[in-house]
């Protein structure tokens, strides 16, 4: 006891001394105490942090070296530290391990990766003498980031002279072992670049080999010898002064295979990938710093060049106002360059085309050897001429349509048939100018991979109507040229007619004899009762009941109608009579009416084109959707839904109108006949940006447009209809940019006729938050919410969000309007858990201001200068998280923003308005003058009138 009351004096005495003495005499003691402990203490140490500098950017070799060479230390050793850490990815687990084209590598992949837990030792021995190496990992205050190193413990006295060979030894074995067994890994780059955090990766086991690829043979044998100089290459570049690197651009359509051939190259050359998301990468800067920290024999990839950044006309426009109005405001809440990252601008990228240059062929593409960088896009004319040329892009690869021999392939690898009658078909329509990706043959053959005569014959019928569609093509681009204007035959035989087209007979054409016959009667029947249908399919669409039953069963009838014409056609021709055919309006429709003048727009479901009436010399434009499933009953039901929709909104200004339903003869398929208004908004706002040096539209024309807008929106949803795809580029410009018309109904859905849950169909930027978060139900207030983004966009010249996945794309909202608060997170009901974890994560990750956090970046990007504040509560209303609280498109409409007279009206209406307003206020001004000086006149001369009665009285 009496021991322990002398310890807590002496304790107390040095708790006394701590606070009496100066800082300076208690650093002195303190440093004097390290001496005294580092001359007595036998061993040397020596710290290997993960990464270099202050900074934590540029990662250090000596620490994997040390770690690979511990791994297999670890693994040898007996006994065995008291703890370690295993780990094994579940894409490994659930992978086995991977094929046998790399059995080295999937073998080390599959093996559980053991490493020393932190805080812990591990002894080694090296030319008899002791080394000990410990692991140690602390977590930075305020911060997720970890910093990682190891220490090694040496005898003093042996240290200089082992520590050389020791780490000449390590480094030696570790790099053996990383080339020998080393298991591929795949990257990607988080938000931030500093530190551990810059890479995040998981093994790369994917089974894409060259054997595995369907390409022509010509063009594999040419890669594969690229590749191998390339990795053989390590003297020429040394000789040649140049950096040991290699360019590729891979382009072709969706599906032609160029994520597989990146597999297969990453696979042949036993490299690591790094997959670079450059819409993640705030700066130049921070392009660097992730350049820096990836490794040796490498492949860095950037898929979709054209479309990650705006990087073509860069060098000429300056750059936008509210950007530097952002990143100024950014600078002065957070100084540090990390919280600058990670604020209200960090989804806005600002990598230019020349720190870009640099990555491919500048002064940083040197940092490292043995690289390959790999371009992919899928339109080869988006991309910037500079980044083309050889030294960026030395290999340009296209990937197309399968030919003939890769079909071959594929057939024989998926379901095993190398000869076969319907193969040789599948060949020869392959040949005569079909076109299918590789992914399209191959979900064709995994419909049926457990039959191989029914999976050869869908996948030779599929090409023979592709070849078929392709052939419809060239006959309307043959025809157009057969009766074009100065035609012999159009002179002498076909009169324009002037008159407006009624809804649905418009579309449709019929041949009949100028005779009345018999064959004529029969067509003139069924284009009665198509018109029937066609009226059938107005009162569904009013009443919101067509149910897919009800379509399937009109398409039935449809396709009746059709062959009955069809028969009464061939009839007619087989009786050879003399006179000439005219076609006229009223009857079955067909394509054969239409000439096609040019190809509007194409995507993944199909094709829009701008045609010709023969007879009305109209200009349409007419939808027709790729055939996507087995049965054309299936794709025509989806068009007539479509038209269903188009139907009922028919009238209202703002919405596209439907002419009609038109059906080729060849191939079966439907087409929607719609009025050709102009190109689309998207189109119409890039080239103003470009002519204005990126600005956007001035308040009055935005207002002018979102009342147009709001006012289509509002006739949809009154009619219990919701588009659910409503962007930039779904909405057309028509006559002088005066006008503005909703269009693509392919998405929408009817509330009187669907049941929750809805599903989640749309655009990622313009989706509304409970569409992202899986609500079951919602209604039409997700269209005012992508009308919200819409007026943002034209104000600001580009989409206000651009998140990539569910998670990214709310962090963007949260980072513009700020976290929704407990009221809000409880409207979403089953969905409020995972909002509640979304803005933890997001805090996590942003860590951001609180006024950012109460009012996000929505107030700084659209100053009153910018936009009026009348419009900014529209456009706030409009953007509101909660969907209780947004502005429905009537609502919106009664906004006092939008109650200016003059609002919608073109300039010289406006012109002649302020005019009278102007003379009206002349008259009253002059009315006032003479009155300020009439009427005390008047009443002098009434007073005195008055006083001489009275006197004369």
Not at 304 to 333: E, F, M, P, Q, V
Not at 341 to 347: A, F, T
Not at 350 to 373: A, M
Not at 661 to 679: C, D, F, H, I, W
Request: charged share 25%; aromatic share 6%.
């Amino acid at each position: 006891m009496e021991f322990l009351s002398q310890m807590w004096s002496l304790l107390g005495l040095l708790t006394i001394l701590q606070n009496v003495l100066p800082t300076q005499l208690l650093s002195l003691l303190h440093s004097l105490w390290q001496s005294l402990q580092d001359s007595l203490t036998p061993y040397s140490y020596f710290d290997v942090p993960e990464f270099l500098g202050s900074a934590a950017v540029e990662p250090n070799a000596l620490y994997r070296h040390v770690q690979l060479y511990l791994h297999r230390s670890l693994l040898l050793s007996s006994p065995p530290p008291p703890r370690l850490t295993l780990s094994l990815p579940r894409s490994v687990a659930v992978s086995g391990g991977g094929g046998g084209h790399d059995a080295g590598a999937a073998a080390a992949a599959a093996t559980p990766s053991v490493s020393l837990s932190p805080n812990h030792s591990v002894a080694d021995s090296f030319d008899g003498h002791r080394a000990v190496w410990t692991h140690h990992a602390d977590t930075l205050q305020d911060s997720l980031e970890e910093r990682r190193s190891f220490s090694l413990r040496l005898p003093k006295r042996h240290a200089a002279a082992v520590l050389p060979a020791y780490l000449a030894h390590l480094a030696a074995a570790a790099d053996h072992l990383e080339r020998s067994s080393r298991a591929r890994r795949l990257h990607t780059n988080a938000a931030s670049p500093r530190g551990a955090a810059a890479w995040s990766s998981v093994p790369f086991c994917h089974p894409s080999t060259f054997d595995t690829l369907a390409l022509d043979p010509e063009l594999k044998a040419r890669l594969l010898a690229d590749l191998t100089a390339f990795a053989d290459g390590s003297e020429f570049y040394r000789r040649t002064g140049r950096p040991w690197k290699r360019g590729y651009l891979l382009h072709g359509p969706p599906g032609s295979g160029k994520s597989s051939l990146i597999a297969a190259m990453a696979n042949h050359l036993r490299y690591d990938v790094f997959d670079l998301e450059l819409t993640r990468v705030a700066t130049n800067a921070d392009l660097r710093a992730l350049l820096i920290q990836t490794t040796n024999r490498s492949l860095i990839v950037i898929e979709d060049i054209d479309c990650s950044l705006h990087l073509t006309g860069d060098r000429k426009s300056r750059r936008n106002k509210r950007r530097r109005l952002l990143h100024a405001t950014a600078a002065s809440d957070d100084d540090s360059s990390d919280s600058d990252s990670d604020g209200g601008d960090n989804h806005r990228s600002k990598v230019t085309l020349s720190g870009l240059l640099n990555f491919t062929d500048g002064l940083w593409s040197c940092c490292g050897e043995e690289r390959i960088i790999v371009f992919t896009t899928n339109h080869v004319d988006g991309i910037d001429p500079a980044l083309l040329r050889p030294g960026r892009m030395d290999v340009h690869v296209r990937l197309g349509a399968c030919g003939a021999h890769a079909m071959r392939e594929l057939v024989g690898r998926y379901v095993g048939v190398e000869d076969h009658e319907m193969l040789d078909a599948a060949e020869c329509c392959v040949r005569g100018g079909a076109e299918m990706t590789p992914a399209e043959v191959g979900e064709v053959l995994l419909r049926s991979r457990d039959d191989p005569d029914a999976a050869v014959t869908e996948l030779a019928v599929e090409l023979k109507a592709r070849q078929s569609a392709a052939a419809d093509e060239l006959q309307w681009e043959d025809s157009a040229a057969e009766l074009s204007d100065e035609s012999p035959r159009k002179k002498g035989c076909k009169q324009r007619l002037s008159s407006a087209w009624p809804p649905w007979e418009a579309a449709t054409c019929a041949m009949a004899d100028e005779r009345d016959d018999g064959t004529g009667t029969a067509a003139s029947m069924a284009a009665t009762r198509l018109a029937e249908l066609c009226a059938m399919i107005d009162d569904h669409a009013a009443a919101g009941t067509m149910s897919e039953k009800r379509v399937a069963t009109i398409c039935a009838m449809i396709e009746e109608c059709n062959d009955d014409v069809e028969e009464a056609s061939r009839r007619r021709s087989s009786r050879r009579r003399s006179g000439r055919w005219r076609r006229r309006v009223g009857g079955t429709s067909s394509t054969r009416c239409y000439r096609q003048i040019g190809r509007i727009s194409s995507g993944g479901f199909g094709v829009v084109v701008k045609a010709e009436h023969r007879d009305t010399g109209q200009t349409v434009a007419m939808k027709t959707l790729f055939r996507r499933r087995r049965s054309a009953d299936d794709d025509a039901a989806d068009l007539l839904r479509e038209a269903s929709f188009m139907a009922a909104c028919r009238g209202n200004p703002y919405l596209v109108g439907l002419h009609g339903v038109a059906r080729n003869p060849r191939t079966k398929q439907y087409s929607l006949v719609m009025e050709y208004v102009g190109p689309s908004l998207s189109a119409a706002l890039a080239e103003h940006v470009e002519r204005h040096g990126g600005e956007g539209y001035a308040e009055a024309t935005v207002r002018r447009i979102m009342r147009q807008l709001l006012t289509g929106a509002a006739a949809m949803h009154e009619r219990r209809i919701i588009h659910r795809d409503i962007k930039a580029s779904n909405i057309l410009v028509g006559g002088d940019g005066d006008v503005v018309k909703i269009c693509d109904f392919g998405l929408a859905m009817s509330t009187a006729e669907a049941a929750a849950p809805y599903r989640r169909v749309g655009t990622d930027g313009y989706m509304a938050p409970e569409v992202l978060l899986g609500m079951p139900d919602y209604d039409g207030r997700v269209d005012t919410w992508s009308l919200g983004c819409v007026m943002a966009k034209l104000l600001s010249g580009e989409a206000p969000f651009r998140g990539e996945g569910t998670s990214d794309q709310l962090y963007q909202i949260f980072d513009m309007l700020g976290v929704p608060g407990n009221k809000t997170r409880e409207a979403f009901k089953s969905k409020s858990e995972l909002l509640a974890y979304e803005v933890r994560r997001w805090r996590a990750l942003r860590r951001p201001q609180p006024e950012q956090e109460a009012h996000g970046w929505l107030p700084v990007l659209f100053p009153e200068k910018l936009l009026s504040r009348d419009g900014f509560d529209v456009l706030r209303g409009l953007l509101t998280f909660d969907p209780g609280e947004r502005l429905t498109a009537a609502a919106a409409l009664r906004h006092r923003w939008f109650a200016g007279a003059d609002a919608d009206e073109s300039g010289v209406a406006a012109l002649l308005r302020k005019t009278a307003s102007i003379v009206a206020g002349a008259v009253i001004s002059a009315g006032a003058f003479v009155g300020t000086w009439m009427i005390p006149w008047f009443n002098q001369v009434l007073w005195k009138s008055l006083a001489i009665s009275i006197i004369l009285n």
